[in-house]
């Protein structure tokens, strides 16, 4: 690999740590390396000091593991590809056919959107339906190994959780994460902190005040903290799995670019999204500049920051695109800080908490945190010093290259709920984007294709703000409810031919849509339920595995095609186009039933209310041997259930 130094050593937390001070015990193991706990360090600057790049490639790093992970998901995928069966099209050997050029096999990505831990609960149960490590989810009629044939994770504020939880511990499994004893214990409220299934190691006293500590130092060192700060370290005593009772404070997310099995190509490429608010704004409109962090860089491709600077280098203070002085800092990428981000709705969430449930103890010192929160709205991560502070300085927005500190918010407040926004990118050339969206867009808490119609619009916009990116044609809000769009699963721009205007412009991916609905679990809870019982946890991410696999395609009999071929079709769409090979017929019956046919109707419905598809008893009992139960039951209302005596 021919990198620049500077490169690798972003790229590389070893070849980093190596040229830092005292830091040779901290390769050991890659994830928690930063060298002052959640406080940003100054360091020597390697020896090729960091520079911020404009936006207008991929990162060397990412252009040089793509050469090693896409030729690793080719195993998965003909594996997969061959489960999920085609008839008589042999996909095995249709993919080691154009596997001598890489872009012309499928590129897979899956987005899982924001909404607390509803979205990182259903988010959760896609992705154990999508790994092949799942117990029984290489069966018939189950997708595991779409995971490993995927080249691209990314997630949004809740959804952000739920990658964070996977990727920052070392790409662990979600039944692993739901049977740990140190994480994703949601039984209790982040405000009382960790409960290590029923023994308490930290009494709410201790925990907040290592956390209070902890942000104390951080703004001690000089570093500009805000309420997120406060709320990134409690998420990371809920999901990353540390052995030390600080919450994980030295996990970095660029670390996660030095783990090995990363470096291999053995795994996706995680990226986190957020989104930023113009200094003196105060409305999120859907031209936000939209933030997205990758193992190695922070950044936006967006014309008002077009530019990306070294993640494990974020905090050091450049000028016009070089470090300014002759220390760089490390630390700043804080894995809890990162999710936090993403994640800054919640800062308003817990202004709405009741004070009686503040530790009495605590009462002070967090009601004088609430009341800064109120009073200066300080519902922003604040990322100070702005790498991006004099780079571009005639060509960005002014603002971004003048400002000395970003504001960052919710990657969800821009109504593009799922993370669809680093896989539109055409540098990337996504195929196929599997879009689990949990967003509460109904006043029941469902999805109504609300976000989709966020990016479709965006990427309609005259405006610069497009800059390039294409997306399917997605109907209004109201057709995807009364065309039942987003009551289960809905490609969007199946036909290459209707999606380009001209011949130059990049095909878009086909969006592969699957929104939450109920199938065996009532998932529609509200955003800020902040407690879970186990059973409850687990109850929707069962659900949300039943979500994409359509039951474990128990509910294939009322269509008229098997639902994993149909997803064989989707990931193989865009190869077959640009390969000029035609697909079976099945996949032809399949495009006619989910995908969306251009039709809208906008007749003003009378809200949304879906019915279960499956009982949880029937799912649990009776489902593993009359499996014949579901499809009676698929077809019938709610009530029908009800006079059978089945509970909801
Ligand atoms: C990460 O997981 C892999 C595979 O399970 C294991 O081989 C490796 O030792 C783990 N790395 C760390 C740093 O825990
Ligand atoms: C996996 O399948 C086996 C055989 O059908 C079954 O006994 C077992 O309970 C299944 N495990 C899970 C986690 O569903
Ligand atoms: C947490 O880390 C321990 C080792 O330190 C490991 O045994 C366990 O599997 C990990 N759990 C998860 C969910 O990653
Ligand atoms: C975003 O839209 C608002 C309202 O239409 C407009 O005032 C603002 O200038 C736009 N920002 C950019 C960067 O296009
Ligand atoms: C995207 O924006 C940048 C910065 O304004 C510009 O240089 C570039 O040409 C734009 N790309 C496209 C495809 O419009
Ligand atoms: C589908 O399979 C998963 C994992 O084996 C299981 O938990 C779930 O209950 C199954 N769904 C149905 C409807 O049986
Ligand atoms: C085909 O393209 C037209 C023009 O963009 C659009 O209105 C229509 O909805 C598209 N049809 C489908 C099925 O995406
Ligand atoms: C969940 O959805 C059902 C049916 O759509 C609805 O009756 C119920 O009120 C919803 N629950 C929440 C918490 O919104």
């Known amino acids: 690999m021919k990198l620049p130094l500077v490169a690798a050593a972003a790229a590389g937390m070893a070849n980093a740590a190596s040229l830092l001070p005292g830091s040779a015990d901290i390769t050991a193991r890659a994830l928690p390396d930063a060298p002052d706990g959640y406080t940003p360090k100054e360091v020597a ?6 520079t911020i790049r404009d936006a207008d490639t991929l990162s060397t790093h990412e252009t040089e593991w793509l050469k090693v992970r896409r030729r690793a998901t080719l195993a998965p995928m003909k594996e997969l590809l061959d489960r999920l069966d ?137 570093y500009k903290t805000s309420f997120t700060d406060y709320w990134s370290r409690s998420l990371s005593f809920q999901l990353i799995n540390s052995t030390t009772d600080d919450g994980g404070a030295s996990f970095t997310w660029s670390s996660i670019a030095d783990m090995d099995d990363f470096k291999a190509g053995q795994y996706p ?100 945190i609430l009341k800064g929160l109120s009073v200066n709205h300080e519902d922003i991560a604040v990322y100070s010093p702005n790498p991006f502070h004099g780079h ?14 970003l504001s960052i918010v919710d990657g969800g407040e821009d109504n593009e709920n799922i993370p669809l926004h680093p896989l539109i990118q055409p540098p990337r050339a996504v195929d196929v984007i599997f879009a689990i969206d949990s967003s509460a867009d109904t006043a029941s808490s469902w999805p109504n294709g609300t976000s989709l119609v966020a990016t479709y619009q965006r990427s ?69 339920k902040l407690t879970y019982s186990d059973e409850e946890r687990d109850a929707m991410i069962t659900n949300g595995y039943n979500v994409v696999t359509r039951a474990n395609g128990t509910l294939d009999s009322s269509s008229s095609s098997t639902w994993t071929s149909c997803v064989a079709c989707a990931i193989l769409q865009r190869s077959t186009h640009r390969t000029n090979t035609s697909l079976p017929a099945i996949c032809t019956t399949c495009f006619e039933e989910y995908c969306w046919d251009g039709s809208v109707n906008s007749t003003v419905v009378d809200g949304y ?22 499809r009676v039951m698929a077809g019938m209302g709610v009530g029908v259930m009800v006079a059978m005596g089945i509970a909801w």
Not at 45 to 50: G, I
Not at 521 to 526: E, V
């Open 45 to 50: 600057c390697p020896t090729t000091k960091p």
């Open 460 to 528: 309609l916009e005259a405006s610069q703000m497009a800059n390039g990116t294409s997306f399917p044609p997605i109907p209004d809000q109201t057709t995807f409810v009364n065309l039942g769009l987003n009551n289960r699963p809905t490609f969007f721009g199946c036909d290459p031919k209707n999606l380009t205007s001209s011949a130059s412009a990049s095909i878009p991916p086909l969006v592969v849509y699957l929104p939450n609905a109920p199938y065996t679990h009532a998932s529609n809870t509200s955003t800020f």
């Open 392 to 405: 571009r300085e005639s060509g960005a927005d002014e603002d971004y290259a003048r400002t000395n500190a």
């Open 269 to 368: 490429m995680p990226m986190v999204v957020m989104d930023g608010r113009n200094p003196g704004e105060k409305i999120i409109e859907t031209n936000a500049t939209v933030y997205e962090v990758t193992p190695w860089e922070f950044g936006s491709w967006d014309p008002t920051v077009y530019a990306f600077a070294p993640l494990a280098y974020l905090g050091t203070e450049y000028a016009n695109g070089s470090v300014h002085g002759d220390k760089c800092v490390r630390g700043y990428d804080n894995a809890g800080f990162i999710m936090g981000s993403s994640s800054t709705l919640f800062n308003e969430f817990l202004l709405q908490i009741d004070s009686k449930d503040i530790p009495h103890v605590l009462e002070d010192v967090i009601g004088t």
């Open 86 to 222: 085609l008839g008589d099209f042999d996909a095995s050997a249709y993919i080691d056919r154009h596997s001598s050029n890489i872009d012309n096999t499928p590129n897979i990505a899956v987005a899982l959107s924001g909404g607390g831990y509803r979205a990182m609960t259903n988010g959760a149960g896609a992705l154990k339906a999508f790994d092949a490590r799942t117990e029984n989810a290489t069966a018939t009629g189950h997708l595991g190994g779409l995971l490993q044939s995927s080249t691209y994770v990314s997630g949004l504020s809740g959804g952000s959780w739920l990658v964070g939880s996977m990727f920052a511990n070392n790409f662990t499994t979600i039944s692993n994460l739901q049977a740990s004893d140190r994480v994703w214990d949601l039984s209790k409220s982040l405000l009382e902190g960790p409960n290590q299934h029923h023994i308490q190691l930290l009494s709410t006293y201790d925990y907040w005040k290592t956390i209070i500590k902890q942000v104390h130092s951080k703004s001690d060192a000089g």
């Open 609 to 630: 209310e879906p019915t279960a598809y499956i009982t949880e008893e029937s799912a649990g009992s009776l489902g593993r041997s009359w499996p014949g139960l579901y």
